[in-house]
C-alpha cells in the first residue's frame, strides 16, 4: 500500500508586542508553529506530510477538488474560515474566485478524509472567529457548531472519557487519556459515531461517513497551549494520530 498522504493546513502565527519603558516603547515581533508535533508523528509512521501555513493558505490552499484529491488526508488545525475564502483575489482585488470551503465538501463527497483539529480558530473559535458554523464544511463534520464563542478553557486540566473503546481509532492506543487544558464544545451530527467525550458529554473524538469519505474531529489541540507536555510526550500520541488519520482516508 501507498504512503498516506496527508495536507496539514494551519498551525502557525506571528505575535506582535509592544514593549513600554517608561518614555520610551519599542515594538517586536516573532513567529510560532505547531505542527511539528503532528508532522512529526505522522512522518514517523510512514506518512507523506505536507503542511500548508496560515500566512501562505490564502494563496497556496488548493481551489479544485483535482488538487486537494493528491492528498488522502486534510487536516484542518487551527485556521479560519475567512483565511480559505478570502484569497487576495478577492479580498484585495474584488475578483470572482473559487470557494475553496466547497472545494472541501466535495473532497470529502468524492472520497477524500477530512480532520478537523480544536483550537481558537477552529470549529466556531474565539469570539466565534472560527467562523466554521453554516460554511459547507459543517455538514461534512461529525458534530454540529456552536453560534457563538465555543472555547471551554479547563486551566486546572481535564481528560477524555472513552465510549468505544474498540474503534479502530483507539486501536493500540493506552488507556487513560492525559489531561487537556481546554476544548472546543459541540454536540454529537445524526449518524456520527461518538468515540471519545470530555467535560458535560462533549465530543472529544468523533468519526462519520459523508458521502464517499469520511471525517474526524479532535476537538482539543494537538500543540499547546491547549495541549500541554505530558499529552505531547504520552506514548499514545502517535499512535492516536495515526489512527486517526488512516480511519479518516479509509484505511482501517
Known sequence: MSALKVLIVGETWITTSTHTKGFDS?????????????KTALEDGGAEVTVITNERAPIDFPDTVEKLAAYDVLVLSDIGANTLLLTPDTWKLARVAPNRLEV???????GGGLVM??????????DAKGFWKDTPVEPCLPV??????DRSEQPQGISGTTVKADHPILAGVPEGWPAVLGYNR???????ELIA????????IAA??????????FTSDCSPHWCPEPFLAWEGYPVLWRNICAFAAGRS
Open 26 to 38: 519599542f515594538i517586536t515581533s516573532s513567529y510560532g508553529e505547531g505542527y511539528s508535533y503532528l
Open 208 to 217: 462519520a461517513d459523508c458521502g464517499k469519505g469520511r471525517s474526524v474531529v
Open 104 to 110: 472541501i465538501r466535495d473532497y470529502v463527497m468524492q
Open 186 to 192: 459541540t454536540t454529537l451530527a445524526e449518524g456520527a
Open 144 to 149: 454540529r457548531l456552536m453560534a457563538t464563542d
Open 117 to 126: 483539529v480544536g483550537g481558537y480558530l477552529t470549529f466556531t473559535g474565539i
Open 197 to 204: 467525550t470530555i467535560g458535560a458529554d462533549h465530543p472529544f
